[in-house]
């Protein structure tokens, strides 16, 4: 039999397993979990990885105390078990096929490496070394890595700052399409909305901007994914006519941590070179217990979404109003958007400034964690931010409510502001002297911070959260941005991204 005679008898065998496999391609099922369910019901045995053999096995495990067994008999091999060695069940990419059909993409491909992961796979595909890609100037520090990693050279495009609340917010698709018609070499245009803040940029218009220069317009935004299961959120990147967008599930769905989804649409994207470059980045033992949540998170905000989603808005209001009647609080209001930059505002985002109180938003978080054991999401030199999901019930709101108050009240036991004042981004924006792969990963120094200024900057430094790089890689750095860090640092700030964390001394180009 030649080689053509047994392709043709794989391709017939390989469709009759999949008529005989584990799953369904209906809306309403979920193939990888189905997939899961059905080797515990033929009581099948692989001898192959994971070696906790499901949870099955004669030995219990330490980790089953908190996680329960339930998250060991999930953790099935994805081809030795979930599917077959050949794929020929098509488990994986069924699933992946119906959340691209629930989000309106071309193409979903499912991440266990998050948001970070399909970050760097963008920018592999969108362009290679070298070329140039024009990025929003507020992107996260996986962007940044992938600068480091493709080797691409960056042109930064500036986002609206908002002076009132001393945030960026998106990139005004004026200001990109001039920054193209500067660069007509650049491949790509790299766009971060929503803000963590929940501000959205207006997609459409960047999205006009890129595709009147030929190129395709990639979104990061991890914290927008459930706007494509709620008419109450804002509209979609991929509606808004982004080619590639990415979505963090553990953010806003029901995903475990770890969990993202980078979806395409249209013909500017390099299908098979994402597809390559996706297989080079990801593990190959994903995790099927991480997986079946994307596929789970699917199915369940399809069918229940609306009125999964309208509950934490609805929450989210509430606790709105209530903080509006707190002394010394204030809040970001919704009435930001629309405006310059900001084409809608997410109001399950709760900024809540706290510079009435006489505190940093560190301190406010401190106090709330320390005082009544609240955490939220992102603490900065001026406000909390607490994102409300769809699994807060009215006992959280309530608590937080009370906790709020609290602090309020009790102020004086927080660590005061010191006198501080927010350099304007101007201020802080620094020439890019090199390539970001080339300075990361050259020759380097150890230097303190009181010489660092006029050095090339050899680390990127990030306040977390949110996680933007004050400093990227490549950057000279200025007197102004480095006593800025070391201020920021000095009232609690925490930094991700830099050799020495505590910034006594900086990482530079040699």
């Known amino acids: 039999m030649d080689v053509d005679e047994l392709r043709l008898r794989n391709e017939a065998k390989a469709d009759e397993e999949r008529e005989r496999g584990p799953m369904s391609s209906d809306p309403r099922s979920a193939p ?14 692989a001898f192959g990885i994971p070696a ?8 219990e495990f330490d980790a089953a105390r908190w996680t329960g067994a339930g998250a060991f008999r999930a953790d099935i091999g994805m081809n030795n078990g979930v599917d077959n060695r050949h794929q020929s069940w098509q488990v994986e990419p069924t699933a992946m096929e119906l959340f691209a059909e629930a989000v309106g993409a071309d193409q979903t491909l499912f991440s266990t490496n998050g948001s970070t992961l399909n970050v760097h796979v963008a920018f592999l595909t969108v362009a290679r070394p070298g070329e140039t890609v024009v990025m929003a100037r507020n992107g996260h520090k996986s962007a940044f890595s992938a600068l480091v990693l493709s080797g691409v050279n960056p042109v930064y495009v500036d986002p609206v700052y908002d002076e009132r609340w001393q945030v960026a917010h998106g990139v005004e698709p004026t200001e990109l399409d001039r920054v193209l018609a500067e660069h007509p070499e650049a491949k790509a245009a790299v766009a971060f909305t929503p803000t963590y803040y929940g501000i959205s940029a207006d ?36 509606e808004s006519g982004a080619d590639l967008a990415i979505g963090s599930v553990h953010k806003t769905l029901s995903g475990f941590g770890q969990t993202s989804v980078l979806s395409t649409q249209g013909d500017l994207i390099d299908t098979m070179r994402l597809e390559l470059v996706f ?6 033992s994903a995790s ?32 709105r109003d209530a903080v509006a009647e707190i002394p010394g609080l204030e809040l970001m209001p919704e009435s930001i958007a629309p405006g310059p930059g900001a084409k809608a505002m997410d109001p ?16 406010a978080a401190d106090w709330l964690r320390e005082h009544r054991r609240i955490h939220v999401e992102l603490a900065d030199h001026r406000r909390v931010m607490a994102l409300i999901s769809f699994a807060d019930g009215d006992d959280n709101i309530d608590r937080l ?15 005061r502001a010191p006198d501080f004042q927010v350099p304007l981004p101007a201020e802080l924006r620094m020439p890019t002297e090199m390539l970001p792969r080339d300075a990361f990963l050259g020759p380097t120094a150890e230097v303190p911070w009181r010489q660092a200024a006029g050095r090339i900057s050899a680390e990127m430094i990030c306040p977390y959260p949110p996680g933007i790089p004050i400093v990227a890689p490549g950057e000279r750095l200025s007197a102004e941005v480095v006593g800025y860090l070391e201020q920021t640092v000095a009232m609690g700030g925490k930094v991700e991204g830099a050799g020495d964390e505590s910034l006594e001394t900086f990482r530079v180009v040699a």
Not at 404 to 415: I, N, Q, W, Y
Request: hydrophobic share 40%; proline share 2%; aromatic share 6%.
């Open 32 to 45: 990888v979990g189905d997939a899961i369910e059905d080797f515990h019901s033929r009581d099948a045995l």
């Open 52 to 59: 906790h053999r499901f949870g099955t096995g004669s030995v």
């Open 203 to 238: 997609v459409a218009g960047l999205a006009d901007s890129a595709h009147r220069h030929g190129i395709p317009l990639v979104t990061d935004d991890a914290w927008g994914l459930d706007y494509s299961f709620s008419s109450r959120l804002p509209s979609s990147a991929l």
């Open 279 to 284: 297989e080079l980045e990801q593990s190959t």
């Open 288 to 319: 099927a217990l991480l997986i079946s949540s994307i596929d789970a998170a699917r199915r369940q905000f399809q069918r229940e979404g609306e009125e999964l989603l309208g509950g934490a808005i609805d929450r989210a209001r509430r606790l």
């Open 348 to 363: 399950t985002h709760v900024s809540v400034d706290v510079v009435g109180l006489g505190i940093t938003g560190f301190s």
């Open 401 to 415: 409510i009370a906790a709020l108050r609290d602090l309020s009240e009790h102020r004086g036991e927080a660590d």
